[in-house]
């Protein structure tokens, strides 16, 4: 399926320091980032060994798929601790730069390696949007509950996606929510594709399919183009652009009914295939320029947070 949406896609690093080439004056935030991206890259490769399968995404649930219900929401993850134990001694050590996460950070790690911060139940509590059994799960480690969801998701999103590569291709189609089918978390990015000439639909037409990009498992979803994912706003001109004049493939979609937005790239107006995770850290000029409006990304990162 949409095969040239998914033409073989830059490293994240490249995505990087193509950006810096092209934005100078980011270049010294990317350039902080650089090696935690490269680590979620390594580690979805080396991950394949400690990963499976997962049935989940094998044989998707139609149900669940129909009512809105992520397939890993009331998933069993007792596969996850010796994976997420890997990738948490991988991207813990990355997160230094956040100096004010410090302490929380060696007491995170302390506690996986002791066994008393257990992965399969963190990781379950996270899922299932849990947050009584989450803030409880973590209290005893981290100051507050959203650091302890923030280090969970940084460590989190490299094993899904290795265990999505290892499933394989999930259907997903009869997805109709602004959230990530795999694992209910927000877009990052979205982008539209490029026509595909092997689906007789976009024979004629311009391409323009829009795809959502999760910002924790990295799955690609198709969604509504003229419709808000945060709310579902499906009124014309419910979506508003936001754009930097140097890069029109690059966009902010708005909407101000939620008052949240998501970046988006338009794949037509560009000869790049960039990786998405760099490309959404990449365009904050943008999320400045969205805060500026006062609004808020629908997936909050450590870099579109603004006070
Ligand atoms: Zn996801
Ligand atoms: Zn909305």
Redesign the pocket.
């Known amino acids: 399926m949409d095969a040239l949406y998914l033409a073989k896609r830059k490293s994240a690093s490249q995505t990087l320091s193509d950006i810096c080439d092209r934005r100078p004056a980011l270049a010294s935030v990317l350039t902080v980032f650089m090696p935690l991206y490269a680590a979620r890259e390594e580690l979805r490769s080396s991950l394949q060994g400690s990963v499976s399968a997962l049935p989940e995404l094998q044989h998707p649930n139609a149900e669940f798929l129909s009512q809105g219900v992520p397939l890993l929401a009331n998933a069993s993850f007792d596969w996850i601790d010796a994976p997420f134990k890997e990738a948490a001694k991988a991207i813990l050590p990355q997160l230094a730069g956040l100096e004010a996460l410090a302490a929380d950070i060696e007491a995170y790690a302390k506690g996986l390696e002791s066994g008393k911060l257990v992965p399969s139940t963190l990781v379950a509590a996270y899922l299932s949007s849990d947050a009584k059994s989450l803030v409880k799960i973590t209290k005893p480690f981290v100051a507050s509950a959203s650091v302890g969801a923030f280090l969970t998701q940084q460590i989190l999103g490299p094993v899904l996606h290795a265990a999505r590569n290892a499933s394989g291709e999930t259907d997903t189609a009869a997805w109709r929510q602004g959230y990530c089918p795999v694992c209910g978390s927000f877009p990052s990015i979205g982008c539209l594709g490029r026509p595909d000439p092997d689906q007789s639909e976009f024979a004629k037409g311009g391409g323009g399919k829009k795809f959502l990009h999760c910002s924790l498992c990295g799955n690609d979803w198709h969604f509504r183009r003229g419709a ?6 499906e009124e014309p001109g ?1 979506i508003e652009y936001l754009r930097a004049p140097d890069t029109p493939w690059e966009r902010i979609e708005m ?6 937005y998501v970046p988006n790239i338009d794949l037509r107006e560009t000869t790049e295939n960039p990786d998405l995770d760099a490309e959404s850290l990449g365009m904050l000029h943008l999320d400045l320029k969205a805060a500026e409006e006062g609004l808020k990304p629908l997936a909050p990162a450590f870099w579109n947070t603004f006070d």
Not at 228 to 233: F, I, K, S, V
Not at 255 to 260: F, G, H, P, V
């Open positions: 808000c994912p945060g709310c579902n706003n419910a909407c101000r009914k939620c008052n949240t």
